[in-house]
C-alpha cells in the first residue's frame, strides 16, 4: 500500500464530513476569536480548518483532540460550516486508520465502553445498584417513562445523587416510570464526538433494539449528551422515541400544578448553561423557570450565560483527558461564581457535575460553594 493513502483517505473522510461548506471557508477567524480555549491558551480553530481544506492536517498535533465541541464557532460561522463535524471526522481518521496517537486516558475509556458498554469500565450488571434501595421498578411495556440517568450517574458514586433525587422525585409524585435493563449501554454521543464511529454505531443499535423491543415511547434524561444523541442522532438510525430532558420535565410538571415546591432553599444559586442543552438544542428557560420556583432561592447569572456561556470543558470526550491546572474552563466558572457570591452552582449535566465538583475541591473553595444538579434541589425543595 502507498504510504500517503492512509493520509489521503483521512483527508477525503474530513473532506466529506465538512462537506460543500468547507470549501467556503474564507479564514475569518471568526471560529478562532470565539473559541473558549484562547481564554487560557494559543488554539487556532482557522488554522485547522485552512489544513483540512488543503489537506495539509497534522494528525499526530495535540489540537485533535482539544476541542470540546461547546459549538460556539459552528453558531458563529458566516458560512455555516460544521466544524464539530470536521474535528470529528479528523479524530477517526486517528482513532481508526492508525495515524497519530490517542490519548491514553481517552483510549481507555473508549475501549471501556466498546467493551462493558460504560467509560468507567465498570460491571454491566451494577448500571442499576445505586436505585437498589429506592424501589424502582424495571421498565415493561405500557410504563409511561424509561428513566436513562446516564453512566456516570450510574456508575460514579460521588455523580449517583443525580439518579437518586430524580428517582425521589418520581416517587414522591407518583410517576409511571422505570429502567432499562442491564442490557442497555452509554448513549455513544462523546465517542462520536471522539472519532469512534463504528463504537457508536454498535452502542446504538443495540439502545434502539433494546427500547423498540421493550415497548419504550418516552425516554427522560438526565444527560443533555443523552437527550443530543437520542433526539437528534438517533432516528437516523430507527430510533423513534419521544426525549425529554429532565429539566423539561419538571418544569411542565410545576406549570401544571403537579409538582409543588414549599421547603425554601435561602442560598444564592447561579445556573451554568451545559452546551449541549443550551446551543445545540435552545433549552434554556426550563432549568430557570424550575430555579426560580423554588421558595427563597435566589438566582443569579454568570456574566456569560445562555448563548453566551462558557462551556465546562468536558464534550468532546474530554471528560475522559486530562486537562492542566489553568486550562480548565471550569475554574474560570468557580471564579465568577464566587465573584457573584453564588452558595451553589446549579447544573443540568453530569459532565458539568464532574468538572465542578473538581474545581471546587481543587481550588479550596469546597467549605463555601456547593455543585448541585437542579434534581437534588427540586428534591430538596419538595
Known amino acids: 500500500m502507498d504510504v500517503l493513502s492512509p493520509y489521503k483517505e483521512a483527508t477525503d473522510v474530513i473532506l466529506e464530513a465538512g462537506g460543500e461548506p468547507i470549501k467556503s471557508c474564507y479564514q475569518c477567524g471568526l471560529c478562532t476569536g470565539i473559541c473558549p480555549w484562547n481564554l487560557v491558551r494559543s488554539f487556532l480553530v482557522r488554522r485547522i480548518m485552512h489544513q483540512a481544506q488543503l489537506g495539509t492536517t497534522d494528525f499526530g498535533s495535540e489540537d485533535v483532540w482539544t476541542c470540546v465541541t461547546c459549538g460556539?464557532?459552528?453558531?458563529?460561522?458566516?458560512?455555516?460550516?460544521e466544524i464539530i463535524d470536521v474535528m470529528r471526522a479528523l479524530r477517526r481518521?486517528?482513532?481508526?486508520?492508525?495515524?497519530g496517537v490517542v490519548p491514553d486516558a481517552l483510549r481507555i475509556s473508549a475501549k471501556n465502553i466498546a467493551g462493558v458498554g460504560n467509560p468507567l469500565g465498570e460491571a454491566p450488571e451494577k448500571r442499576n445498584d445505586w436505585a437498589k434501595d429506592l424501589g424502582v421498578?424495571?421498565?415493561?411495556?405500557g410504563t409511561e417513562i424509561l428513566y436513562f440517568p446516564c453512566c456516570?450517574?450510574?456508575?460514579?458514586?460521588?455523580?449517583?445523587?443525580?439518579?437518586r433525587s430524580t428517582a425521589t422525585i418520581f416517587n414522591k409524585l407518583g410517576i409511571d416510570y422505570g429502567l432499562i435493563g442491564t442490557e442497555a449501554k452509554c448513549c455513544g454521543e462523546s465517542i462520536r464526538k471522539a472519532g469512534y464511529e463504528d463504537t457508536f454505531q454498535s452502542l446504538a443499535q443495540n439502545n434502539i433494539n433494546l427500547f423498540s423491543n421493550n415497548g419504550v415511547e418516552t425516554v427522560v434524561v438526565s444527560s443533555p449528551h443523552c437527550y443530543h444523541t437520542f433526539k437528534n442522532e438517533y432516528p437516523e438510525l430507527g430510533g423513534k422515541f419521544e426525549v425529554i430532558h429532565i429539566t423539561q420535565y419538571l418544569a411542565?410538571?410545576?406549570?401544571?400544578?403537579?409538582l409543588k415546591l414549599s421547603k425554601e432553599i435561602n442560598k444564592k444559586v447561579i445556573y451554568s448553561d451545559p452546551c449541549y442543552l443550551g446551543r445545540h438544542n435552545d433549552i434554556y428557560d426550563e432549568p430557570r423557570e424550575i430555579l426560580q420556583s423554588i421558595p427563597g432561592l435566589e438566582l443569579v447569572e454568570f456574566p456569560d450565560a445562555r448563548e453566551?456561556?462558557?462551556?465546562?470543558?468536558?464534550?468532546?470526550?474530554?471528560?475522559?483527558m486530562d486537562t492542566p491546572k489553568g486550562e480548565r474552563f471550569s475554574d474560570i466558572r468557580v471564579e465568577q461564581a464566587v465573584a457573584k457570591g453564588a452558595d451553589i452552582i446549579a447544573v443540568a449535566c453530569?459532565?458539568?457535575?464532574?468538572?465542578?465538583?473538581?474545581?471546587?475541591?481543587?481550588?479550596?473553595k469546597a467549605e463555601t460553594m456547593q455543585v448541585k444538579d437542579i434534581a437534588e434541589l427540586v428534591a430538596e425543595a419538595i
Open 72 to 81: 460556539a464557532c459552528v453558531q458563529r460561522c458566516p458560512r455555516g460550516v
Open 93 to 99: 481518521a486517528v482513532a481508526s486508520l492508525g495515524i
Open 137 to 141: 421498578k424495571n421498565f415493561t411495556s
Open 152 to 163: 456516570v450517574p450510574s456508575y460514579d458514586p460521588d455523580v449517583k445523587t443525580i439518579a
Open 252 to 258: 411542565s410538571l410545576i406549570e401544571k400544578g403537579k
Open 308 to 320: 453566551d456561556a462558557l462551556c465546562c470543558g468536558g464534550g468532546g470526550g474530554r471528560i475522559w
Open 350 to 364: 453530569p459532565y458539568c457535575f464532574l468538572n465542578y465538583r473538581d474545581s471546587v475541591l481543587s481550588m479550596g
